[in-house]
């Protein structure tokens, strides 16, 4: 069987149509998030969109003119691919204790058990999207381990987002000397997404 492979074109609509579409839904009206079936929408879209936008916007910023060219290289593409799956394993998990403590401290949402049905619905659903059934199932693990650990009352307001940040400097195909020298510059670029995204959950959410 021939060996599939990854091209530019493969990433310009699978992964990217999640950030067009939320750029041309910043100009409409926000839809309140007034049920579970609407919250989990808005973790899995939000966690796309701010995994990809930073990646591939750090990529983009280090390889300057050549950035479009290196996505013909089949290893690269390959980097790329596990990179986006580790950190948006990461950001989904991120997000979604972040609206769930935020629900439970603010609102008086008792049910943190949702947290994880809602979570484990959306990993499966990954699947169809080809997401690596060993990362899925190793996310699950993560996701239980620190579903245990958290302080339900507190999360969302310590530094919630911090796991997925290092988690695009841990997994950004970029040379290790360089990644040191944009440390600061690459964690601050995905907390600032992540702010856009906080700001507008608590504007919709209506539960």
């Known amino acids: 069987m021939a060996k599939y492979k990854l091209t530019w074109k493969d990433l310009s609509w699978n992964d990217f149509k999640i950030y067009l579409f939320a750029l041309f839904k910043a100009f409409l009206p926000k839809k309140k998030i007034g049920n579970l079936d609407e919250l989990e929408n808005f973790i899995q879209t939000k966690s796309a969109w701010v995994s990809q936008v ?10 300057g003119t050549r950035y479009v060219l290196h996505f013909e290289n089949e290893k ?38 949702k947290a994880k049905e809602i979570f484990f619905k959306i990993l499966d659903d990954e699947t169809s999207n080809k997401m690596p059934l060993d990362l899925i199932e190793e996310t699950k693990k993560n996701f239980n381990e620190r579903f245990q650990k958290t302080n339900w009352d507190n999360y969302y307001n310590d530094l919630p987002f911090n796991p997925s940040a290092l988690t ?3 997994w950004a195909p970029i040379a290790d000397e360089l990644k040191t020298l944009d440390r600061k510059i690459v964690l601050n670029s995905m907390i600032l997404k992540w702010d856009t995204v906080k700001k507008e959950f608590q504007e919709r959410i209506n539960f």
């Open 54 to 63: 930073t990646l591939y916007g750090y990529l983009k910023t280090r390889m």
């Open 76 to 113: 690269f593409m390959e980097s790329v691919n596990q990179a986006k799956w580790n950190i948006y394993s990461v950001a989904l998990q991120d997000l979604t204790f972040f609206t769930f403590s935020y629900l439970k401290k603010n609102l008086n949402y008792e049910d943190t058990e």
């Open 168 to 170: 695009l400097f841990k």
